[in-house]
């Protein structure tokens, strides 16, 4: 059974930092190309970022670009997003996912973490 379990959540000032962690289990880490997404109430969910298998090659929204990072461990199978100079407007629930292609198309992941919650206060 796919697991992709996220922790690192809560609620920092604007400005302040958080770290993201995905921790993947039930899948072969290394044949998925591994994304974040989030979604903030009644709106879509968005893409954040992806990486590609061997975590050489990143792509960011314009959104995030500058102040997010994505990581990859496969000796550990995990993925992180570091978000630095979170502003109000980066609130929102922060998903996990794994898709077969590297794609900004959250239809096309296959496999998704549970999310976990992202406040910023201004």
């Known amino acids: 059974q796919v697991q992709l379990v996220e922790s690192g959540g809560g609620l920092v000032h604007a400005w302040c930092s958080l770290r993201l962690s995905c921790a993947a289990s039930g899948l072969t880490f290394t044949r998925y190309r591994m994304g974040w997404f989030r979604q903030a109430p009644g709106k879509e969910r968005e893409f954040i970022a992806h990486i590609n298998r061997n975590g050489d090659s990143t792509y960011y929204a314009d959104s995030v670009e500058g102040r997010f990072t994505i990581s990859i461990d496969n000796a550990k199978n995990t993925e992180t997003l570091q978000m630095n100079s979170l502003k109000p407007e980066d609130a929102a629930v922060y998903y996990c996912?794994?898709?077969?292609?590297?794609?900004?198309?959250?239809?096309?992941?296959?496999?998704w973490g549970q999310g976990t919650q992202v406040t910023v206060s201004s």
């Open positions: 996912a794994g898709a077969v292609v590297l794609t900004k198309a959250p239809r096309l992941y296959q496999y």
